[in-house]
């Protein structure tokens, strides 16, 4: 499976983006999806994570509330909406899947395809 993630882009603090990450093919349909970020200087981190069907979903502190995981399995995509963004929510988004629906889905290394990802900045 191939990912490609995008929507990212320049915006106000406040304000909303919505990401799209893209696969390959519709396996992706059955594999646990899940975003994650890296601020420069700073070590990737997690965001959310989504089951195969989309009816679990889990979110870190950082992310409860103001941002919702979500995926279209017919359209073999998978979705990250951003809301009340703030300056340190500035980071490249990276999406991710495993076949594995056993994970936990919080761990970089329970992940096996990446898409590049894609830099959202957001001023002050």
């Known amino acids: 499976v191939q990912l490609q993630a995008s929507g990212g882009g320049l915006v106000q603090a406040g304000g909303s983006l919505k990401l799209s990450c893209a696969a390959s093919?519709?396996?992706?349909?059955?594999?646990?999806m899940g975003w994650f970020r890296q601020a420069q200087g700073k070590e990737r981190e997690f965001v959310a994570t989504?089951?195969?069907?989309?009816?679990?979903?889990y979110y870190s502190d950082l992310a409860k509330g103001p941002f919702r995981i979500s995926r279209d399995n017919a359209k073999n995509t998978g979705y990250l909406q951003m809301n009340s963004l703030k300056p340190e929510d500035t980071a490249v988004y990276y999406c991710?899947?495993?076949?594995?629906?056993?994970?936990?889905?919080?761990?970089?290394?329970?992940?096996?395809?990446w898409g590049k990802g894609t830099q959202v900045t957001v001023s002050s």
């Open positions: 991710a899947a495993t076949p594995d629906d056993l994970v936990s889905g919080i761990r970089e290394y329970e992940y096996k395809y």
């Open positions: 093919d519709r396996n992706f349909g059955t594999h646990v």
């Open positions: 989504i089951n195969w069907s989309g009816t679990a979903t």
